[in-house]
């Protein structure tokens, strides 16, 4: 499977973006999704995952009530709408598709820059 993120962008600080990730191949409508963020000088973390059927969704306490993740299986996408930006959000998303402790694939990942 092949996984492509865009939606980045640059965004004032209370503003919102709307990332999108596009998977292509098989083995899709089966596997958690999810969304992880890399910002400068740091390690990669964990943002959001939702389950196969869109049942269970999680959230990194940074981001609860903020940002919601969503998924269209016929589209073959996953979706993470980020509102009321702060400027610590600023960083690279990747989507990742299969368990969130180990994805057996990555997208190229989408800036997001939030300016004060």
């Known amino acids: 499977v092949q996984l492509q993120a865009s939606g980045g962008g640059l965004v004032q600080a209370g503003g919102s973006l709307r990332l999108s990730c596009a998977a292509s191949?098989?083995?899709?409508?089966?596997?958690?999704m999810a969304w992880f963020r890399q910002a400068p000088g740091k390690e990669r973390e964990f943002v959001a995952a939702?389950?196969?059927?869109?049942?269970?969704?999680n959230y990194a306490d940074s981001v609860k009530g903020r940002f919601t993740i969503s998924r269209d299986n016929g589209k073959k996408s996953v979706y993470l709408q980020m509102d009321s930006l702060k400027t610590e959000d600023t960083a690279v998303y990747y989507c990742?598709?299969?368990?969130?402790?180990?994805?057996?694939?990555w997208g190229q990942g989408t800036l997001v820059t939030v300016s004060s």
């Open positions: 990742a598709i299969g368990p969130t402790e180990s994805p057996r694939a």
């Open positions: 191949g098989r083995s899709f409508t089966w596997d958690t």
């Open positions: 939702i389950s196969w059927n869109g049942g269970t969704t």
